[in-house]
C-alpha cells in the first residue's frame, strides 16, 4: 500500500480542500482518499507516475508533486542486497507533500 499526504500549515481556517492526480488524470481506481492523505491499496506497476496534490482554501491555490515508481516484486520485505532505486516502492511507503 502507498499512503500520500498533503501537509499544510497548521491552524488554516477554513481547512482547504485537496485534490489529487496521477499524471494529470484520475487516481488509480485503488485509490481511495481520506481528508488530505491518497491512500492507493495493493499498488501495481501501473499505479506508477507523478501525483499531484493541490491545497485550495479561500486564501488561494497551492500544488506538490511527487514522484511514485512501484517496482514489482513479491510484496513486502526487505530491500535488495544492493538497496532500491531512488523513489522506487519496495513493500509499503508513506510520502509527505508539505505547503508551508
Same mark, same amino acid.
Given at each position: 500500500?502507498? +499512503?500520500?499526504?498533503?501537509?499544510? @500549515?497548521?491552524? +488554516? ?5 485537496y485534490t ?5 488524470? @484520475?487516481?488509480?481506481?485503488? #485509490?481511495? %482518499? ?8 495493493? #499498488? @501495481? ?18 500544488? %506538490?508533486?511527487?514522484? +511514485?515508481? +512501484? ?23 508513506? #510520502? ?5
Amino acid at each position: 500500500d502507498v +499512503i500520500l499526504t498533503c501537509m499544510t @500549515q497548521e491552524g +488554516i481556517v477554513p481547512e482547504p480542500t485537496y485534490t489529487w492526480q496521477l499524471d494529470g488524470g @484520475q487516481v488509480p481506481a485503488s #485509490a481511495q %482518499r481520506y481528508n488530505n492523505q491518497l491512500k492507493i491499496f495493493s #499498488a @501495481q506497476v501501473e499505479d506508477s507516475g507523478t501525483y499531484t496534490c493541490t491545497a485550495e482554501s479561500e486564501f488561494g491555490t497551492s500544488q %506538490r508533486e511527487v514522484v +511514485i515508481e +512501484i517496482i514489482p516484486g513479491e510484496g513486502p520485505g526487505p530491500a535488495p542486497q544492493g538497496g532500491a532505486p531512488v523513489g522506487s516502492v519496495v513493500g509499503g511507503v508513506v #510520502a509527505a507533500l508539505a505547503f508551508l
